[in-house]
Structures are given as C-alpha cells and as structure tokens.
C-alpha cells in the first residue's frame, strides 16, 4: 500500500495501515512480506482541526526506513528558494518548527525555472519584497504614564493592522499589473495578469477584505470563501421575490421585490405606485408574467429570464458577477428543489428554511466561483497546499491573532502515550494549565506549518507584509525578521528588498483591460432569416393581445398541458349565470387547468376501470391529484374540495363512451401517448394566404392576422395531451377545463370558436399526420388511418350517457396539413405501438374527399370531428414551401364539389413571395 500526504492522519488510521500493511500479525499470520510506502512532508501538517496528527508522522518516521530525500524543487526560481532558505537560516533550521523532529532543509533549484523570467523594468525582479509598515505614532505622554509605555511604541492594533496590510498589498498588486499593461512587467517574456497572482490568507473574513478593497481600484479578483449560499443577500432576495409572486395583489411584498437588488428599482420609482395607478397597474402586470414563467418553467427559467434582462445592470456593480453567479447557483438549487413537486408555497418555504438553517459546512451550500479567468485568486492558506501561482502575496501573515485560550477543553500530545482529552473543572487547576499551555504551543507550532505552507506556493515572487502589528512577536514570522540586512546578504544581490513606501490614500481605479489584437470580423456564410422563430398554438393565438404585449414572448416555450385553457376576464366571457354546478373560483381558468392536465399524465387509466359517479378516487389514484394540486400551488386546506373536484372530472373523463365506442380507461397503455410533444418545419408562409385559406374553409374567420408577422417561418411545436389508436385508427384528443353555460353540441361549437381551438386542432392533425406519413411513408393514408380529433370539455363529461358523432368536413383537414409539411421534418420520438397498430381496420371508415355519414348526436361535453384530407395536403404543401402544390387542379375541384368559391389565380401567388395589388411586399 501507498499512502499520499501521511502527515495528515491520525493514530487509529495508522494502526490500521500498520496492522493490514505493514510488519504486523496479519501479515506474519499469512505469510506475506509488508509492503507499506508513507509519503508525506510534516512541514505541511496543517489539518490538526481536522483531526490530523503530526506526531503520528514522526512516531512512524522513527521505525520506518530512511527514504531518500526530494533536493530538487522545481517549482520555484532559484531567487525564491534562496529568500526562502534565507528567512528559515534566521529563524533556526530546526527552532522554526517549533516541533522536534520537525526541520527545514536546503533543496537546489531544478531546471524548470530561471531567475530571468520575472522581469520589473527591464531588470530581473526581486524574488521576496519585505513592505515594512511605518512606525506608530508615539502614545501621550500622561497615556504613557498611565500605561508604563513611556518611551515604548505601542503596535498597530489589530484593525489598524489589516487596514495597512491591505493598502499596501492592492497597491503592489496594482502596480505589477500597471506594468503588466505597460510592458514593464513580465513573466517569461509575456505581461503579468491578474491570473498570475494569488493573495493567501488565513480567514475567509480576511479574503473578504482583500476582495473588497481590490474591486474598489477596479482589479477582478475571485474568492474560494467558505459561506453557505443560503446567508447570502442574494437569497434574501429571492426569497422576497417569490413571496411577492405567490401574491402579487400584496403591494407591501410587490415593493419588497422591486427594492431587491435583481430588480433593481429606487425608492422613487417605488414611491410612485402609489401616485401612478398605471405604473402600478404596469408591474402588477409583470409580476403575473413572471409567475406565470415559474409555473411553466421552473424557478430556473424564471430567474434566468430575470438574469438576462437585469445582467447588464448587475455585472456594472463592483460585485455584480458575484451577485449574478450567486443568483445562478440558487435558481439551480430551487429547481432541483421544485421537482420533489413541492408547489409554490412549498418551494417558498423550502427557501425560508434553508436561509433560517444556513450551514456553511454543507459543501452543497457552498458559494461557486464566480470566474477565475484572469483574475486574482484569492485562497485560504489551507486550500492553498498543494497547488502553485507565479507570484504570491501574504498580507495578514505578520499580524497576530491574539492570545484566545482552549475554552473548557483541548486536546495534547503526551510523551509515551499520545493524545490526551484535558477538561477545565476547577479555576485554579494546574493540570489544566499546564494542558491548556502544552495545547497552545501546539497551536503555535502549526500556525509556523501553515507559513511553510504559504512561502512555498510561490513560482517566481513573494511579496510578504511586516512591521510593528498587533502580537507580531507571536507569529512564526517574528522570528525570521530579525536581523533584515543579514537576511538580504544571505539571499543573494537582489533577491529581497525591503519596502518602506506609503501606499496613497486613494488609488485610482485600474482600467479596463484593452484586447491588443481584435480578431477581424467574419462575414456571414449564410442567410439569416429574420422572421424565422418558434411558433405554438398559444402564442399565435395571443399575437394581438395588445400593442403593449410582445408578440414574440414564450414563444420558444413548450406549454404545459392547460396552459390554453382561459382565465380570468376570459373565463367568465364565456360563463353564463345558469352554471349547472356551484362555481369555486379556486378550481378555475389556467392553473386549474394545468393541474388537471397533469393528473391526467400521471394517473393510471386502468384503475379508473370499475369507478362509477359519486365514488371515490380508486386505490393509489388519489397521490397523483394531491401531488398535482401541490404543485399548482394549492394549500394545504384546499387539498380536500380540490381532490372531491377532480375525482369526479378525472373519473367522468376516463369512463365515458367515446364516438369510437371505447372508454379512455379501456384503452391500453401500449396504445396510448400522454402528452407527445412535437416541432415541425415551416417554410416561409404568407401569413394573408395562409388566412385566406382557412378563411374559405370556415376557419378562425374573424382572424385578420398573426401579430405584426407577415410571414411565418421556422418551426411550430406543442404538445397533444393524448395520441391513441383504435381499431386500427390513430386519434387526437384535448382535455378542456372550460366552464361553459352549456355542453350541447352548440355551445362546444361557440366555444370551439371563441377561443380558436379549430386551429389548434388543425396544427395537431398536422403533426401527426406529417409523422405517420413519414413512418409509414406509402402504407399510410390520412382518410383510411386518421380516425379524427376529440376535444374534451371534462365539466360537461357525463359517464352515465353514451355517445356518437358526426364527422365533420374531411376535407378542411387534409387542406390544412399540407402547409405545415417540410421534407425535413424532425422525427419525434420513436414510439413502436403508434407505428403500425395490428388491429383490423376500421371497415366504416370513409374514404378520401368523402365525408363520414353522421352516426348520431354526440354525448354533451365530446366536440368530435375530422378534418378532411384535402384541407391537410394543402396546409403541408403551403408550409413546405409549396403553394402550388398546396391550390393544385385536384384541390380546386374538391373546393368546387364542396360548393366552395375556388382561389383566384392572384391568391394562389401569395404563397410564392408576390404581392397582392396595394399589399407591400414584406
């Protein structure tokens, strides 16, 4: 066995090693001759709080063979390994360490390094400077007095200190990389960066200094702190911002996010929503929006989209990347916390406990780097070990940290039996004093560990600050600085220099660095076209909510099933007084919508099989319900009235007779696709010949555009709650949440209008079409294999009745599809029993350009219809790219025998990119 880094373990981990390994009675009892290699530095013994145990090293160095020792380093520039050796010869090879068996050893310098790689001004640079602080002013003479400090200079206090420490480091700092940008600086004959510099220090509150007082003159530095990102501000933000979004009706909490940081509004413009009813009505408006993006996708796209559009503000702060990053690492937290289905409220409080219990221990809670692209690092001395930077800066190091005791008890090493627990009992106990002295040189002898540590990081320069500082006697630097001018004739000419400079009060920010050479720029290879996007259902349908709404807003985000469903004002448009249940608000418009689309997804169809009105939700069915309202948001005392509601719309859904003569539960798994999402090419389209042809066919005909798009192209995507087959033929279907005054066959038909599901049916038919066709390819026929489209409106759904239908125009279908059509058609996901089903096929099917014979009234709630082949070669034709192929002779005749008015010779050109008279070319 080998064992790396052995300095740091502990007794029972090398009894362990010595017994399995080494020359111990498991080894003698099998026969086996030891093999145990120990690798390790006691120098760099500094995890004693960790449970590490230097002596552990030493007690086995003493039976160990002598191994041979590493004399070359090659890391550091022979100027820095004789500053090095310069500063342990004062303090004592061996007195250094404080420990015995503990000593410092010459090495010689490898070939990897020259001296002549760091040069300042022309001239090979210093490879240790020494800035000395000035001495303190001299105490009152009565204070003195007072004191006994007559004639005796009292040291910076510790505060003083730092503050000293950290001028001089940022304008050494400043000044290597001034010289960097004017070439005066360089290492290895490139110009010093940010990157090349590392600032160690003992204390994550010390970094955060550091870090601060270096952004102020504008140089980028990154810290590896340790704290929890949940005591962040950024998170008391967030959590601001989510509780105003579960409410947004409650200005107190709406001002509360504005004034966040993220958002970033004054105090000004937060006093005016009181004044300014339109202002507030304005960011009322936006805090909807962006409730509405958390529910659809996630907290993390929601404060992604936050993150882009205030991005530009917040990395102008001085800690803006940190801000951004911290505002990052908690949105992924929160989604991976959203997806245990907490719900809104339940993600809100998630977040209110994890800021309450911010652990800074928690690795998972920890802060994730910024950057550290060029840019200073700044590290704690312990994280240092181990790794190397071109020049190291060590401004606290010389500073104590004062005299803090044991507290009530310590741990220490005593000779012949190791470790030892020591308790405080009594006041005046000598053997606790004794213990608490033993257990504070131990601490005094790592702290000269952790400079070893510290010194040796460096490749081409330190830079170390000293002088009269709070406890400087105490710290293991003390001893190295006493005699400077021995310490720079034993270094070497040149290798250290003392400096006694004043940094200035107010050092001018450093600026921005300036790309010396601008790649040219590259000239387009291909055509972008500008009007080419994302298209749904959904945003088409609301491109004319309003000059005020984009257009163009979630149009790339897939909704979730219910997301069309209307709410608010909407709802209650097409609602009547003669609601034939009592109406909650609370189980209405689009959340409910969603949630219930989810059950839908997630239920077992099956175990709906024997469920009759008025029973319960059968066994294991109602955790889904429950989960789905939890998710929407409901509370917990909304849990009950939500699971009875959608029990009996679930339940009603499932068992009632479909057109086709099955019940949604009778249909196997295998045969059935929850929620196939799809994304389609389209060519570009005129959108007034696209209008124009809908138009003839009864479709969407108070529609006079799509938004200010006069074209469309790219791709349409969206998601159909339900694909099935039976008897050999595929069918679509849409679960609705609407409230309606009726479920006759009537009021579905002015549903279906108002809110335009005619078109969204259509888009639907074409994305499955398209897919069979091109799976089957010549095997598939739209009239023989498409069975048609059912639109569920699941409050008028009542299991007790059957139902048959009437098919509608088979011809508007086929003309539709054919637009949407592209011969390179993204492929969705393969599903084998969509396919080819085996069923027979359905011998009362009609054929192509003839309509189903009407079967009957259909059940109340069924809106059940099948476009006709024609109408979908058509569309597929137009959105290929194809206008003629969409008005062929053969279209036109069926438009004729239809009794429908053929398209003019002008309209059939609106597809190929002509005008017509009076209509700018777009």
């Not at 300095?7 to 003698?28: C, K, M, Y």
């Not at 800690?319 to 990052?328: A, I, K, P, Q, S």
């Not at 929850?674 to 479709?699: I, S």
Request: charged fraction near 20%; proline fraction near 7%.
């Amino acid at each position: 066995a080998l064992v790396d880094e052995f300095q740091d373990t502990d007794d029972r981990q090398w009894s362990i090693f010595s017994n399995v390994f080494g020359e111990g009675p498991l080894a003698h009892a099998a026969g086996l001759e030891p093999a145990l290699f120990l690798i390790g530095d006691p120098k760099q013994a500094i995890y004693g709080f960790r449970g590490g145990d230097v002596r552990t090293y030493l007690a086995a160095a003493v039976t160990a063979e002598l191994a041979p020792p590493l004399s070359h380093n090659f890391r550091s520039r022979p100027g820095v390994l004789a500053a090095i050796d310069a500063l342990y010869a004062q303090a004592g090879y061996s007195d250094a360490f404080l420990t015995d068996g503990i000593a410092f050893h010459p090495v010689q310098a490898g070939t990897k390094r020259v001296d002549e790689d760091l040069q300042r001004d022309g001239v090979t640079a210093p490879a240790l400077t020494l800035w000395r602080a000035p001495e303190p002013p001299p105490p009152p003479a009565a204070a003195a007095a007072k004191t006994k400090q007559a004639g005796k200079p009292k040291p910076w206090s510790a505060g003083r200190a730092r503050e000293l420490a950290t001028a001089a480091c940022v304008a050494a700092i400043r000044g290597w990389l001034a010289g960097g940008r004017d070439g005066t600086a360089t290492i290895n004959a490139r110009p010093v960066q940010a990157g090349d510099i590392a600032v160690l220090v003992r204390s994550h509150s010390e970094a955060t200094r550091i870090q601060q007082a270096l952004g102020a003159v504008g140089i980028p530095a990154v810290a590896a702190g340790k704290q929890s990102l949940f005591a962040t501000d950024e998170a008391l933000e967030l959590l601001a911002l989510l509780q105003a979004l579960l409410d947004p009706g409650d200005d107190s909490r709406l001002r509360a996010a504005l004034a966040t940081v993220l958002i970033g509004e004054d105090a000004i413009a937060i006093a005016a929503l009181e004044r300014d009813g339109e202002h507030h009505r304005r960011w009322q408006q936006k805090a909807l929006d962006w409730r509405e993006r958390w529910q659809r996708g996630g907290p993390l796209a929601l404060i992604g989209d936050l993150g882009a559009t205030h991005g530009q503000r917040l990395l102008a702060l001085i800690d803006g990347e940190r801000r951004l990053t911290n505002y990052l690492q908690l949105a992924e937290q929160l989604q991976e916390a959203d997806a245990r289905a907490l719900g809104p409220h339940g993600l809100v409080d998630w977040l209110s406990r994890r800021i309450a219990n911010a652990d800074k221990e928690d690795e998972a809670q920890q802060l994730r780097l910024e950057s550290d692209a060029r840019r200073v690092q700044i590290v704690t001395l312990h994280k240092s070990k181990g790794l190397e930077y071109p020049l190291v800066f060590l401004p606290y190091i010389g500073i104590g940290r004062g005299d803090k005791g044991a507290g009530r008890h310590c741990v220490v090493h005593a000779p012949e039996i190791g470790r030892q627990l020591h308790w405080k009992t009594e006041r005046d106990d000598p053997s606790w004093s004794a213990a608490e002295a033993a257990w504070k040189q131990e601490q005094r002898a790592e702290d000269a560990r952790l400079l070893y540590v510290g010194l040796t990081r460096a490749e081409h320069a330190l830079w170390i600050a000293s002088g009269p500082f709070h406890q400087h006697e105490r710290t293991a630097l003390a001893g190295m600085l006493s005699a400077l001018d021995a310490l720079q004739g034993a270094a070497g000419e040149g290798a250290v220099v003392i400096d006694t400079s004043t940094p200035p009060a107010n050092l001018p920010r450093l600026p921005p660095p300036i790309e010396v050479q601008v790649p040219p720029a590259r000239n387009p290879q291909r055509h972008i076209a500008p009007e080419w996007w994302v298209y749904s259902f959904t945003q088409l349908a609301n491109a004319d909510a309003g000059a005020a709404t984009d257009p163009m807003a979630s149009a790339t985000v897939v909704g979730s099933g219910g997301s069309d469903e209307p709410s608010g004002s909407e709802a209650v448009a097409v609602a009547v007084a003669t609601e034939a249940e009592p109406f909650d608000p609370r189980f209405a418009g689009n959340r409910f919508g969603v949630v219930m689309h989810d059950v839908f997804e997630r239920c077992d169809f099956a175990a709906w099989h024997a469920w009759r009105p008025g029973q319960a939700a059968p066994d294991g069915q109602a955790a889904p319900i429950l989960e789905a309202l939890q998710r929407g948001g409901y509370a917990q005392d909304e849990l009950d009235d939500g699971l009875r509601m959608l029990t009996a719309l679930i339940g009603h859904t499932l068992t009632v007779a479909l057109p086709e003569g099955i019940r949604l539960a009778d249909v196997p798994e295998p045969q059935r696709r929850n929620e196939m999402e799809f994304h389609f090419a389209m060519r570009p389209t005129r959108v007034d010949a696209l209008l124009a042809l809908l138009h003839r066919f009864g479709l969407v005909g108070d529609r006079q555009a799509f938004g200010a798009r006069q074209r469309l192209e790219g791709l349409m995507t969206g998601l159909i709650d339900l694909t099935y087959t039976v008897g050999g033929r595929w069918y679509v279907l849409d679960y609705k949440s609407n409230r309606l005054p009726s479920y006759d066959a009537d009021a579905l038909a002015r549903a279906m209008a108002h809110s335009e599901y005619e078109l969204q049916a259509l888009i639907y038919t074409v994305a499955l079409h398209r897919w069979l066709r091109f799976r089957l390819g010549a095997a598939y026929d739209y009239a023989r294999d498409f069975g048609g489209v059912r639109y569920l409106f699941c409050r008028g759904v009542d299991a007790g009745r059957s139902t048959v239908v009437a098919a509608a125009s088979e011809f508007v279908v086929e003309t539709v599809g054919t637009s949407m059509a592209d011969q390179r058609t993204p492929e969705p996901a393969r599903d084998a029993t969509l396919d080819r089903p085996d069923a027979a096929r359905n011998p009362g099917a009609t054929t192509a350009g003839a309509p189903s014979a009407p079967l009957g009234d259909p059940a109340p709630g069924i809106h059940a219809w099948r476009f006709e082949p024609a109408l979908v070669q058509a569309l597929d034709a137009l959105f290929a790219g194809k206008p003629s192929d969409a008005l062929s002779n053969q279209v036109l005749d069926q438009l004729s025998a239809n009794g429908v008015e053929p398209l003019s010779p002008r309209e059939r050109d609106w597809g190929e990119g002509t005008s017509a008279p009076g209509t700018p070319t777009p």
